[in-house]
């Protein structure tokens, strides 16, 4: 199946400071992405989706402006927590929408954020 | 927008004893069900899913049935083995041009040795 790789693995960071999260799709082209944050013993919940070449699309009451999102490839979308707090602190997982004639769903390994 | 719901969230099973998670969605337009398993600190993985003009899929242990009309889909696992003790997420998908997942709240499955 496809790769969808995810860098770094772990992060942590002082209370203020910004991170930023890459997600690559390794062998193929992904026009759409999705950014997702689970905390410990819950769901995934979708953050925001991903669009090549235009703004993402956030979930309700997720803040644009915090969460920052940027596809300038088929194959990197990245994530930028700005102003990191202890409550973002949490597992980022990133996914690709799977290509043409596929159904399959492939995610990242995941960014697991620490804000001290 | 879709919402999804899971049942049980936590199940217990002697080895070797089946495992039934059950889930429903709310959209009738969603199309695609697949079943994730989660280790601690990993990242989702497949195991099985299902498309709407299906009834029931099987692979190996692992199966999958959807009833349409109730919006109900439920996974089996048979002869579970300690490693298939995980988290396990339902996840629905509509048809629309964005294609996203809503996950269930999770199953934490715990095989007895």
């Known amino acids: 199946g496809a790769v969808v790789s995810q860098h770094p693995s772990w992060v942590i960071c002082k209370s203020g400071t910004s991170v930023k999260i890459e997600c690559r799709s390794l062998?193929?082209?992904?026009?759409?992405m999705f950014w997702y944050r689970q905390f410990p013993k819950q769901s995934l919940m979708l953050m925001a989706t991903?669009?090549?070449?235009?703004?993402?699309?956030?979930e309700q009451g997720v803040e644009k402006d915090k969460f920052l999102i940027n596809h300038a490839s088929l194959t990197l979308s990245t994530l930028t927590v700005t102003s990191a707090h202890p409550e973002d602190s949490s597992f980022y997982i990133c996914?690709?929408?799977?290509?043409?004639?596929?159904?399959?769903?492939?995610f990242g390994p995941g960014t697991r954020l620490l804000v001290l | 927008g879709e919402n999804v719901e899971q049942h049980p969230s936590t199940l217990s099973v002697q080895e070797g004893d089946s495992a039934v998670i059950k889930c429903t969605y709310s959209?009738?337009?969603?199309?695609?069900f697949p079943w994730y398993k989660q280790e601690l600190g990993k990242r989702p993985q497949l195991i099985i899913d299902?498309?709407?003009?299906?009834g029931e899929k099987k692979d190996q242990r692992i199966a999958v049935t959807l009833n349409k009309t109730a919006k109900h889909f439920s996974l089996h696992i048979t002869e579970t083995q300690p490693e298939d003790s995980a988290v396990y997420f339902c996840?629905?998908?509509?048809?629309?041009?964005?294609?996203?997942?809503?996950f269930g709240s999770g199953t934490q499955l715990t095989v007895l040795p």
């Open positions: 991903s669009n090549e070449g235009s703004k993402a699309t956030y």
């Open positions: 959209d009738s337009a969603s199309n695609y």
């Open positions: 996914s690709a929408r799977p290509p043409p004639g596929e159904e399959t769903q492939y």
């Open positions: 062998d193929f082209q992904a026009t759409t």
């Open positions: 996840a629905a998908r509509t048809s629309g041009s964005a294609r996203q997942l809503t």
């Open positions: 299902i498309r709407s003009n299906v």
